[in-house]
């Protein structure tokens, strides 16, 4: 191709694009005003609604979720807005749902009442699904009332056995509860149900310590293993090695009281009149026995050694019995049962042995006291060797008691021999007792009998004494009585401290020994003087 | 020399930053979005008028425009779906532009890509709107569905001092719905500034497939969005081009490509390649012909190619399973319209071989391109 035709074919080109341009262009143009008519019929057209009956995307997933959550279990179904469904018992459903949303509110305010009632009417309305249930139990617990707790609970897991919240729940009100095994069941059950709840398993540790403390504070499943226990092991045998013969059941009796045989030789060691400090206000064990005797006044003997004898010998003899009784308790190797069980028959037969010889024992008490023998209560459990302190005491629990025995029951003491003796004795005498006592008492004695131990109270009751039967009995030397008592080394501040009762008591002692034939006029002044009386 | 030819017809200098030139459907009007030197947005509405263009409406907004598409409106209703600077999803109507249709705080970064669907399309599903942001989010938005999006492709939170937490995020650049040839199935593509190339499936919502090209990808598009996946362009940075064959999914080679490294570079009328490698911004299908597109590149000139598919598509490979067999690009034309990237372009839809392009030398041009009717 030449150079010629080269540049005629590129301008033949160029014209020819150059027409298609211009063709290009008119096209346009032309195109332009029709789009442009087209556009304004358009305008002048109603506005087409857009692609309207196509769901929005998202939608169509909520739609989806809806058919599932419809198919999976009621409980779980979220609450949120739908279409009323056409089943009559899902309206009902969903009706209990809306009023348990807004117990839920009610619940978030802190507003347990409202919420309560709310659930209830949930309840009523729909009364198949738990959740109602286990959320007017929360609201219980809130508000302490733990028993409906448990009951609303107990429905829920009626509804559905595996529902943990419910289980949960009633732990927690049982805990309050103070039904420590209650609540372990639920929690173990909570946890198999749900092996990773952790809160329930912290709750399965604090109350397995709560359980632990009580057990060693004083649990009925505790004791101390006793010497010479002999653990029975269980055995594992293979399936075909194990016995064939069915199964016995074995009855299994409560013991009520088990720990008695481990008090039992404490029990001894115990003296009676500690247990009646202690148990009965010191109401007095002398009573107490009577009671149980129909017939104390057959052995109303007042000769007391020898009955003081008889009796540590019975004690003695019932002694060896109760010992062996212990012993025996703990040699025989017997389940608890049989132990027990003996030691109740052996008890008996010492009290029948120890009946015989308690009125002997009340019989005999005074006069013992007196002779300085030992009483003989305390024989069984002490040594015979009673120091005064101790005889003092029972004769001071008797005499504080209201109930105690009358005078005639009781035997006058011998006359005391020393001071201790003589304030002993006193304190535990009637009027009329005080009265022979005292007169027993040698009168050159009795300043010195008196002693340093002299204070107020017996000399009140010394004037008391003489004041009323001395007195009218004209004993001869009340006079000699009151002189000697003047001697004694307290008197001069016992006669400034005394009272206005006590003056009158002596100036009408003075006054009526005056008129009495026999008088001393010189000691008669000289008592005057002493006791400040004008 | 029966070759088409892209001869500019018209030329509008602008005195803001053109980031988005779009055709109004059934109308000789384009519109085009911006941004001011005050950073203030811009839409102008133009209109053709026989040798000149005719500025019909303009409305400015406190935030510049990025990117804008009338994919989900219908031809009555012209609302046009924009994204800004500040990650405001807005949908605008033509006619009373002042007041947003739909308004949505949809990113927390810049809205780059917008790709919309369902407007005029009969029978593909809901008219949807998908966003790809600079904060690495991909999000599907139905305007009748209040302010949540209908379905959000976030990248996972990045664990980290929280100062470098930017980078970690991957900037989304492109996005394309396709796929969409019944009224469920639907398929957002998204191209990400490190290459990374995602397949969302929209209907079980699931990345369906994910490639990583060589660089960050600037444009994406399937031949047809209402169609089965036949075939989608991606251009990247440093003048890539690829072309896969959406078709056969490969389970472990996924889809086959073709690719074209040059074609960021300019083309000298005389058919000369020359310059560096410079950044395909844009692919556009030629609504009335899937197997031309046309590609707008950083050198300022744009090119028209061909796509040839081969003898077979499918082949059994080894283990017996389908891989797909990519078909060769033929350039068709070239032209270069301006010194700076062609970065928007847009085909009319209703009139063949007219076309409207913006430039970052702050101008649109209308096109005409001649003999497309050949093919």
Known sequence: MSAQEKAFELQRQVRQNAREYENSVKDLYSWEQDIKNKEKELQKSPLSAANKDLPVRSHVQTDKSRKESASSSAASSPTEKQDLPVDPVAQQYKKANDIKDRGNTYVKQGEYEKAIVAYSTAIAVYPHDPIYHINRALCYLKQESFDQCVEDCEAAIALDKLCVKAYYRRMQANESLGNNMEALKDCTTVLAIEPKNIEAKRSLARINDRLRKIATKSGPNFTPDRPGMIEILPIEKPAYKRSKKAMRSVPVVDVVSPRATIDDSNQLRISDEDIDKIFNSNCGIIEEVKKTNPKPTPMPDTSGPPKAETIAKTSKEVKPTKQTAVKVAPAVETPKETETRKDTKIVPESDNEAKPSAPKKTAVEVPKVQTQVSPPKTTIERSPEVNTVQTEKIEQASSNNAMSPSPIERFLPPAPTSTAQFHVTWKELSGPQKYQYLKSIEVPNLCKILGAGFDSDTFADLLRTIHDFFVPNKEPNTAAVLLEISKNDEFTILAMLMSAEEKKMVSSILNAIKNWPSKNPAVLDNLFKEYGVA | ?375
Request: net charge neutral; charged share 20%.
């Open chain 2, 1 to 375: 020399m029966d070759k088409p030819q892209l001869i500019e017809h018209l030329h509008e200098a602008l005195n803001y930053t053109v980031y988005d030139t779009k055709w109004v459907p059934l109308s000789a009007k384009f519109v085009i979005l911006g941004s001011k030197a005050n950073g203030h947005g811009i839409m102008d509405i133009y209109e053709l008028n026989q040798d000149k263009l005719v500025k019909v409406k303009s409305v400015e907004k406190k935030v510049a425009f990025k990117c804008g598409t009338f994919g989900a409106a219908s031809l009555r209703n012209r609302h046009m779906a924009i994204g800004d600077f500040e990650g405001r999803l807005q949908v605008l109507d033509m006619e009373q532009p002042d007041l947003p249709v739909y308004n949505v705080k949809a990113h927390n970064g810049i809205i780059n890509t917008i790709d919309a669907i369902g407007g005029t399309q009969i029978d593909c599903g809901a008219p949807e709107i998908v966003t790809g942001s600079r904060d690495g989010a991909v999000k599907v938005w139905d305007i009748r569905q209040g302010q949540a999006p209908v379905v959000d492709m976030s990248p996972p939170p990045q664990m980290g001092d929280g100062v470098n937490n930017s980078s970690g995020r991957r900037d989304c650049w492109a996005v394309a719905f396709g796929n969409t040839y019944n009224a469920e199935e639907r398929i957002v593509a998204a191209g990400y500034d490190n290459g990374d190339l995602k397949i969302f499936d929209l209907r079980s919502l699931s990345v369906r497939w994910e490639a990583t090209m060589k660089n960050g990808i600037c444009g994406l598009e399937f031949d047809r969005r209402d169609i089965p996946m036949n075939k989608l362009a991606v251009t990247t940075l440093e003048g890539g081009l690829l072309v896969f064959d959406m078709r056969t999914q490969h389970p472990t080679k996924g889809f086959s490509y073709v690719e074209e490294r040059n074609a960021g570079r300019s083309v000298g009328t005389n058919g000369v390649i020359s310059g560096p490698k410079a950044t395909v911004w844009v692919v556009r299908h030629l609504p009335q012909n899937r197997d031309l597109f046309l590609t707008g590149g950083g050198t300022g000139s744009i090119r028209l190619w061909q796509y040839e598919y081969p003898d077979r598509r499918v082949i059994d490979d080894s283990d017996g399973n389908k891989l797909g067999v990519a078909g060769a690009l033929n350039m068709l034309s070239a032209a270069t319209l301006s010194s700076q990237p062609v970065h928007c372009f847009d085909w009319h839809p209703d009139k063949l071989g007219l076309a409207v392009c913006g430039a970052f030398d702050q101008s649109v041009r209308v096109l005409i391109t001649t003999k497309l009717n050949t093919f």
